[in-house]
Each structure stands twice: as C-alpha cells, then as structure tokens.
C-alpha cells in the first residue's frame, strides 16, 4: 500500500507545471498626475503611502463610509504636507520626520458615527497608519475658517502623530496622576470644553482617558495663538493648575525624548496657518 501511495504522488508531481506568470507584476502602474505628486512628495522622500482611494482592508469595517473626493484629496494632501511634514522638518530636520511619521497616511470621504452620536476624526495605529476622515468637508468657505479647519484637519494631524511618538518612547506616568479620579472613559462627550477645562483638561475628549489627555495637550498648545491659550488658562479657572503641571511634563518628554521644543513648533505651525491662504492648492507644483 505505502509503495503504491508513493508511485502515486511521484505521478502526482511530475504532471504540475510552474505557472509562467510572475508573482510581481512587470506592467508599470497607471498613475495620473496627483498620484505623480504623491510619489514625488511622499513616497519617495519619506516612504509613505498617501491612500486616497477606498480600499475596505485599510478601513474600519463597523462604520459605514465613503471614498474621498479626489479634488479635496489632493487639497488636503498639500496641506498636510505643508503643515504637518514642512513644520516637523522646520524644527526637528528631516531626519526626525523619515524615522517617525506613518508608513501610511489614509483618506476617507466621510466621519466615521460612533453609536452614541459622536464621531472620529483619526486614528491611529501602531506608530505605522494614520486616518483622517471628513475629506468632503474641505469646502471654500472651510479653507476660509481657520477654526474649523483647525478642529476638523490640523488639530487631528498633531494628535494622531502625537500618539505615534509616546507609542515609541512612553511619556511620564506623572502625567496620569494629575487628573487621575476625573477620567471619565466614554462619557467625555456628555461634557463641555469648558467644563473640561474648569476641571484640568484642555478639551472634553481629553477626559476619557490619559493617553488621549497627553495627545490633545500636545495638539491644542500646538495649534493655538498666545491669545486663544491664555484664554484656555483663564476659562480653565482653577482647573489652569492642573493642565500647567501636564504642560510642563508634555514639554520636557517632547524635548527629553525627541530633542522637540514644542515652543518652536508651535511658531512654526502658527507662522505657517497664517501663510495658509497663501498656498497654492489648485495646482501639484
């Protein structure tokens, strides 16, 4: 039995053949002229993939979404590059942004519905894949108001990414016990900002948990004026104590561990919010 089981498998074998196709494809990828632009200004200078297009495996099956529009994509992609990767070069140099951003940055046309009402912005995930969501939403009257396009892009930008760097180097664990008996998980959003911020935290969505209350620190200092701020501190009240102790941890752990005056990288957001109007966004130069 076990001598014709294996003159059997010897038939077996002899009768496959190779498939002549090549695994990795030779025919050069269609690519228009924003997906050129991509190459030249993501790809290959820092090894990202800027994603535009729907693809159900880079998303979030439980939410029900829809694609980015092109036009807006390739909108958003200049502005993420000049405020996002441009700023971090300013201050940290270009070595700094080629080690530490994600390897991939994804597009989505449309918020992503939580159950109870709220919605998200972005994630991210594992120090290797940033999403930004509501790409639809950049219309002309948007790029007009910097406070929407702040709350809706730039503040996203700096949360997500600062979630990729604490990912890699852990903050003080001083930082958690600042507010520690006012988490409150996922009842964040029955509060205000400014009960937020009477309480210790610069945002309602910074009482969920620690992780979150360090990310939105870095990002609402770093995307506010000197006067919109102070104007946190004194709506903070007493609560002003508790988030100027989480700022001085936040910035001696981006100095310590990244060598990141978050000083300096908040001019060098602000000087360039300020130029945004200036931006070319009708044109991949």
Known sequence: MLAGLFTLALGSC??????????????????DSFDKW???????????EFNYKLTDIET?????????DSAKAAKLAIIVKYLWFDAYNEVCGTDFVKENVPRTI???GT???NSEGTIVL?????GLKVTLYMVNSLTNEVLRDYSTINEYYFHTMHHEFTHILTQKKPYNTAFDLISESDYISGDWYQQTDNYARQHGFVTAYAMSEPNEDFAEMMSVYVTSSDEEWQNIIDEAGNGATAINDKLAILRNYMLDSWNLDINEMRA????????L??????HLN
């Open 38 to 48: 991509l190459l030249k200004n993501y790809t290959w200078p820092y090894n990202v």
């Open 277 to 282: 109007g200036q931006l070319d966004l009708q």
């Open 106 to 108: 994804q597009l989505i």
């Open 268 to 275: 060098a957001i602000q000087h360039r919010a300020r130029e």
């Open 122 to 126: 972005g994630t991210a995930e594992g």
């Open 111 to 113: 918020p992503a519905y």
């Open 14 to 31: 002899s009768e496959d053949e190779l498939d002549k196709e090549s695994i990795f494809p030779t025919v050069p990828v269609a690519r």
């Open 60 to 68: 979030d099956m439980k939410y029900n979404l829809q694609p980015a």
